[in-house]
């Protein structure tokens, strides 16, 4: 499969919030087929991206550049917060299970850069695998 040097083209996409503002981009950094094995998430200073939740894929996050917090609400309809700030000057994982509802949020004054290598990897043929959240609909107790 990979017995032979090559160049392959790397999907870059901007993403938006929940009004449709730009909010950074997403690099696919692997492939292995049509699924993402792993991905940058790029947030501008001050941006925020979520909420969304996994049904079938677990997240492990690293933060690479900058200052990311990340808000989790788990154990819906019940939603819990919490909140964890991973920073590039002290580098450490972060482990997200399925169905955690995930907000990203840059805290720095530079580009906040997150790997995921989500678990099993990303599939595009799973539609409803990914579901979208607001912060309203959590602390109203709602469940998709």
């Known amino acids: 499969m990979f017995d032979k040097i090559g160049t392959e083209p790397a999907k870059k996409v ?20 049509d699924k993402t094995v792993a991905s940058l998430t790029v947030a501008a200073p001050g941006a925020f991206k979520g909420y969304h939740l996994h049904r079938v894929r677990v997240a492990r996050y690293v933060c690479v550049r900058g200052r990311m917090k990340i808000i989790l609400y788990s154990g819906g309809p019940h939603w819990q917060r919490e909140e964890h700030i991973l920073d590039a000057a002290t580098p450490t ?17 530079e580009e ?6 989500p678990d099993p990897p990303y599939d595009p043929s799973l539609k409803d695998e990914q579901v979208e959240y607001t912060q309203a609909e959590l602390e109203a107790g709602v469940v998709k």
């Open 14 to 33: 901007t993403t938006y919030d929940h009004e449709r503002n730009e909010n950074g981009w997403l690099l696919e950094l692997f492939k292995d087929g």
């Open 93 to 109: 994982r972060l482990f997200i299970p399925i169905n955690v509802a995930t907000g990203l949020e840059n805290i720095g004054e």
């Open 112 to 117: 906040g850069w997150l790997i995921n290598y």
